[in-house]
């Protein structure tokens, strides 16, 4: 008895300095209501605290607001150089208490000028003079900035404003705000520098850009920040770096921190956690096949199967030559087949197998419909099989 006492002892010991499954770095502690930390280029997170739960958006809000404006000179609806006029509606900004580009009904300020004053200056008042040039009134933009988030499938957001003031069913979630700053650095990169500039001055007015990380962090290139009572201080940071993979983007979103200083030095500690915490691997060039599948009743007996962009993963730092891959494809894949049709996974894990990444695989090239014998042929052999 006692021998085998001493056995299951010895075994209980072993199992506790040998987890079955190693535990994925864990984030810092973050002095935020809400956080969420994303690598870009794989498109994973990395960290997150409530990051669905809604919130005050305050001047956060102006990330929407600048994405549709940036859609409507993209749509030639507008022009940098085009001048806009000010209404009373924009000019009456200055009672509400916000930020201002101090513009006034005298003034006819280009779109350019307004743009750099809605984001560099966070101003209310650029920000309604904006919005009422693209959507005819504040009510009609308004609209446009929540079906834009529906069509995004953004489940926690709702817009009753333009400019962030604090408003009764005006929200979003710091997964959505992430979701909306990723879209204008993916669809909008030539707009995208607006937000890495640290002062602007109009009317002889200079205002500097209230987002200190970009005079700390020589990475840091944007983007937002925010404040009203109801929402604390807010930051959304973006920094890019070059690595062996490429350049690597990381986005971290603060909301909810006590001061001006707590919002950088949080979002600071998340990102330099991610920078060394994690490594980003190209697994697979852009277009490049992962996988020859089988096909029935097609021209063709197989499909290749990969992503039309390059496929990235973000790993634990040192994982990167210990991932396990594996396949799982909707089979039977049956003719015809389109490009870019999804048809599987293709899920990445740790050598103790924490799932890192799960990466939509699908058509690179269409498969047609085989003729009439064979399509009954392979119809007979899937019954039999």
């Known amino acids: 008895m006692r021998r085998f006492l001493l056995l299951l002892a010895a075994l209980l010991s072993l199992a506790a300095v040998v987890p079955a499954h190693a535990q994925l770095p864990q984030p810092p502690e973050i002095a935020a209501r809400q956080y969420i930390l994303i690598d870009l280029g794989s498109n994973q997170v990395l960290a997150a605290r409530d990051a669905d739960a809604q919130a005050d958006p305050a001047s956060l809000t102006k990330l929407m607001t600048a994405y549709l404006v940036f859609n409507a000179i993209r749509d030639k609806k507008l022009t940098l150089e085009q001048t806009l006029p000010v209404s009373l509606r924009a000019w009456q900004e200055r009672k509400g208490g916000g930020s201002l580009m101090f513009i006034d009904t005298t003034m006819t300020p280009k779109v350019d000028e307004l743009l750099k004053g809605m984001i560099v200056q966070s101003g209310n008042d650029a920000s309604v ?8 009134t504040l009510e009609n933009f308004v609209a446009m900035m929540n079906r834009q988030a529906q069509a ?6 709702q817009f009753k404003n333009v400019t962030g003031l604090s408003e009764p069913g005006h929200y979003v979630s710091a997964r959505d705000v992430a979701t909306i700053a990723g879209k204008i650095i993916t669809d909008h990169p030539t707009f995208y520098p607006l937000y890495s500039l640290r002062q602007y001055s109009y009317n002889n007015i200079r205002q500097d850009n209230r987002n200190m990380l970009l005079g700390r962090d020589p990475t840091v290139d944007g983007m937002k920040t925010g404040y009203t009572e109801a929402a604390g201080y807010c930051l959304v ?36 956690w991610g920078w060394q915490a994690w490594d980003t691997l190209r697994l697979f060039e852009a277009g490049k096949e992962v996988q020859l599948a089988p096909v029935w009743k ?16 973000t790993v634990p730092k040192g994982e990167g030559d ?47 419909l085989a003729g009439i014998f064979g399509r009954a042929w392979d119809a007979i052999r899937l019954w039999i099989k």
Do not use: C, F, H
């Open 322 to 368: 210990k991932l396990k891959t594996t396949i799982e494809r909707n089979d039977p894949l049956v003719a015809p087949l389109a490009a870019g049709q999804r048809v599987g996974t293709l899920k990445v894990a740790t050598a103790a197998g924490s799932t890192v990444a799960e990466v939509p695989l699908t058509v690179l090239e269409p498969v047609e």
């Open 129 to 136: 003079a904006l919005a009422e040039a693209v959507g005819g």
């Open 152 to 157: 995004w499938g953004l489940k926690n957001t």
């Open 298 to 313: 097609g021209k063709s007996a197989t499909a290749r199967l990969g992503a039309p962009g390059a496929i990235y993963v």
């Open 237 to 272: 940071a973006s920094a890019a770096r070059d690595t062996p993979a490429g350049k690597r983007r990381l986005l971290s979103v603060v909301m909810g921190t006590a001061s001006r200083e707590a919002r950088a030095a949080e979002s600071q500690k998340l990102l330099n």
